[in-house]
């Protein structure tokens, strides 16, 4: 990770006070000066400020429901974060793996862990995310043929990788997607000429929504071990 990121996880400075404290030449890295708060780092080095060694906080990962009306930012906008909901330290520190549109809901992933959210979003990880989705007009019977072998989404040159349908009713169903394209879900839907008006999360992996709107817990270690094999 970065070396003022390093800093603001071992210690209760701000990002502009470890970037100073850095700029300054008051830190060091297995012994050398470090000057650069970009400077890649790793855990197992030895940083140290006045010779007292620097040790990163443990990663947080965080399961929570999200409400309708909120968007996955660390700040507001035109809709409250969903941080809002959240009462940890140092939340800047966090971000979401995966994001919702704001009028979407359910299961959001958020850590401060890179590495770990990235086996979650890539594609080639083939992590499967389940959906629960509400249609305009009733469903139409080649769609989960369609979906199965690809789509073309409106602006993308590549077919959707293989989606699997569930039929709850015929404007209701869940799908199973492993990609997180731009308001995918949605585009996928309007490809087969229909049009989502409710969307909803339930899976992420073998991670099951368990929580009230609005709600969190952190994961288990077993919860964030499931993302690593």
């Avoid at 620097?54 to 930012?73: D, E, N, Q, V």
């Avoid at 660390?74 to 966090?94: G, R």
Wanted: some cysteine; proline content about 3%.
């Amino acid at each position: 990770m970065r070396l003022d990121k390093f800093v603001c996880k071992s210690t209760d400075l701000t990002k502009n006070e470890a970037i100073q404290l850095i700029n300054a030449g008051e830190l060091r890295v297995n012994g050398d000066v470090i000057v650069n708060e970009a400077t890649q780092v790793h855990e197992n080095n030895k940083i140290t400020i006045n010779g007292e060694r620097l040790k990163p906080r443990s990663f947080r990962y965080i399961l929570m429901h999200k409400p309708a009306g909120t968007i996955c930012s660390n700040i507001d906008e035109v809709y409250p974060s969903l941080f809002n909901y959240i009462d940890v330290e140092k939340a800047s520190e966090l971000h979401i793996a995966g994001r919702l549109d704001a009028d979407t809901t359910g299961l959001v992933l958020i850590t401060d862990d890179g590495r770990w959210s990235f086996n979650i979003t890539t594609p080639t990880r083939q992590c499967e995310k389940v959906y629960r989705v509400g249609l305009y007009r009733p469903l139409a019977d080649d769609v989960a043929f369609k979906f199965e072998n690809g789509v073309k989404l409106q602006g993308e040159q590549k077919l959707t990788m293989p989606a699997v349908l569930d039929v709850i009713s015929p404007k209701e169903v869940l799908l199973t997607i492993t990609e997180g394209k731009f308001h995918q879900v949605k585009r996928m839907f309007t490809a087969v000429g229909n049009r989502v008006v409710s969307l909803h999360r339930e899976n992420i992996g073998k991670i099951s929504l368990d929580v009230g709107v609005g709600q969190w817990r952190y994961l288990t270690a077993d919860e964030v071990q499931s993302f690593l094999n």
